[in-house]
């Protein structure tokens, strides 16, 4: 199953063969209060790891890979389009002392396991919103897990202030109808019924729901200015409050999703049949 992305450009540090530099710049990114927040969400809808056999499906430097190898998990695989991202995320995992546990494999498509290769627990943290059939890569998923497996999403939630604020100006005023959100490699929007739609054509039951940057605190500056963004950290006081708590854990810019595997989905061809479309 071939997930097309659009391509970054070529300063990206996602594209950088510098591992350190990279690194440096990822962890910054990382640090943010956006991220910071939302990596926690991961961490706790996820669960405790020891043992578990673990995918980070579109691991980009790491985060998420590194953090499961430290919890204990038994193995994880970290798997990313770009090449050079993993170069990023093996020496942060080198870095960290967990380099044997971990698995790193480049692949533009769901990778094609063998029969006894089976996860526990499969991420996809920020994923969903570049790939050109999410449906697609949502069953691939279902065929990777044990019976009874979990499926963690975060995606960006157009049911958000940040999208009426943000996304009216950009579509509306500026008439930016290909407008995507943040990051210029993004094919689309979701709202927590229709990912809760997607997940269920999957095979999928959600479960679990948390939200995050329910109050913008990330404010583009003018082109003018020194600075891209005034940063109000601060105001993440409000996603650690009422980021767990319905209806708010569906009304961030981001929505995270707990999904458990209750069946295969129907109606598709046999797993290594569609893996090799």
Excluded at 46 to 67: E, I, N, P, Q, W
Excluded at 233 to 245: E, F, N, P, S
Aim: hydrophobic share 40%; glycine share 8%.
């Amino acid at each position: 199953m071939i997930v097309e992305r659009k391509q970054y450009p070529s300063d990206h540090w996602l594209m950088s063969r510098d591992a350190d530099g990279a690194l440096a710049a990822y962890l910054d990114q990382q640090s943010k209060a956006y991220s910071r927040i939302k990596n926690a969400f991961v961490r706790e809808l996820a669960g405790d790891l020891r043992g578990a056999r673990v995918l980070d499906y579109g691991c980009g430097g790491g985060m998420f890979t590194v953090h499961a190898a430290c919890a204990g998990a038994s193995e994880v695989w970290g798997v990313d389009a770009e090449p050079t991202v993993l170069e990023t995320a093996h020496h942060f995992a080198r870095s960290r002392g967990v380099e044997s546990v971990c698995r790193f494999v480049a692949s533009a498509r769901f990778p094609e396991l063998p029969e006894s290769v089976r996860f526990d627990l499969i991420v996809m943290k920020d994923v969903l919103e570049h790939v050109a059939d999410d449906v697609e890569l949502l069953v691939a998923a279902s065929y990777a897990l044990v019976p009874g497996g979990r499926l963690v999403v975060s995606t960006q939630n157009c049911l958000s202030l940040n999208y009426v604020l943000e996304g009216c100006y950009e579509r509306a005023i500026r008439r930016n109808r290909d407008w995507c959100g943040w990051d210029p490699t993004h094919v689309r929007f979701y709202t927590p019924m229709n990912m809760q739609r997607k997940l269920c054509k999957a095979g999928f039951t959600a479960d679990k729901w948390r939200s995050v940057y329910l109050i913008p605190y990330k404010i583009p500056l003018p082109k003018s200015s020194r600075k891209q963004f005034l940063r109000l950290d601060a105001l993440g006081w409000v996603d650690r409050l009422l980021g767990r708590v319905f209806p708010y854990n569906r009304l961030g810019w981001n929505v995270l999703v707990s999904a458990r595997l209750k069946r295969v989905a129907p109606g598709v061809p046999g797993r290594r049949d569609m893996l090799r479309k």
